[in-house]
């Protein structure tokens, strides 16, 4: 039996979102299901529950509005992946780094929705598409660093940054199709952790046990 508390304590509930956050967090919902360009106030307006006039006082342009919800997205994002250096050995790094974005995902699932809509709409309205790719290579670049003792000679260094980023944010952009393939939620806690079990095993193993022949040629490509 637990040991009951001399002086039992409950945490304040957290404050309510203001205004101008329920209006930013009802422009990330719109934006990241009916996409940013074909967001508009008067849907912002009606998912907050507010109306155009007061979207308007809080957000004078479109622009304003979604710079505030980059900027939003951007901190959620960065807070996620980017807060501490990754542990030792590699191993631990790998699951780490995995498990920080099943985490982000799980948690933050409209903010991960609006993040693939902004890669794919690139910088039509919003500069974040830009902002988020050329952040995530720089995440990517220094995860190979960490784990360049641990990594093959004949890696295409380039590749392997790109080829991380395509197979964790590419699931991102994908996710209505890999739902109706699995036909289960892919945020779920189940399909987060079997999806970056794989993605995981894949990077740190591949997909075939191929061992070339003794003369075979290095296919190396060097540019």
């Not at 508009?40 to 998912?47: E, K, L, N, P």
Request: aromatic share 8%; net charge negative; glycine share 6%.
């Amino acid at each position: 039996m637990e040991p009951i508390p001399l002086f039992p304590y409950t945490p304040p509930a957290p404050p309510e979102p203001t205004s101008e956050q329920k209006i930013r967090d009802a422009a990330l919902t719109c934006c990241a299901q009916e996409g940013i360009a074909a967001t508009s106030f008067r849907m912002v307006a009606d998912a907050a529950g507010v109306s155009i006039g007061a979207v308007q006082h809080h957000f004078r342009t479109k622009v304003a509005l979604i710079d505030a919800v980059d900027q939003y997205v951007l901190q959620v994002i960065g807070e996620a992946l980017g807060a501490k250096p990754l542990p030792e050995p590699v191993s631990d790094a790998l699951e780490e780094a995995g498990r920080r974005l099943t985490h982000l995902m799980a948690e933050h699932p409209r903010v991960m929705d609006y993040m693939g809509r902004a890669l794919v709409e690139g910088t039509t309205i919003s500069g974040l598409g830009r902002v988020i790719f050329d952040g995530l290579t720089e995440i990517s670049e220094a995860q190979g660093d960490h784990f360049a003792d641990d990594t093959r000679d004949d890696i295409d260094h380039a590749w392997s940054v790109l080829n991380t980023i395509i197979l964790r944010v590419g699931a991102v952009i994908l996710r209505p199709h890999i739902e109706r393939y699995l036909q289960q939620p892919f945020y779920s806690d189940f399909q987060l952790r079997r999806w970056d079990a794989a993605v995981t095993r894949l990077i740190r193993h591949g997909f075939f046990d191929y061992k070339p022949e003794p003369d075979a040629p290095n296919e190396t490509l060097s540019w």
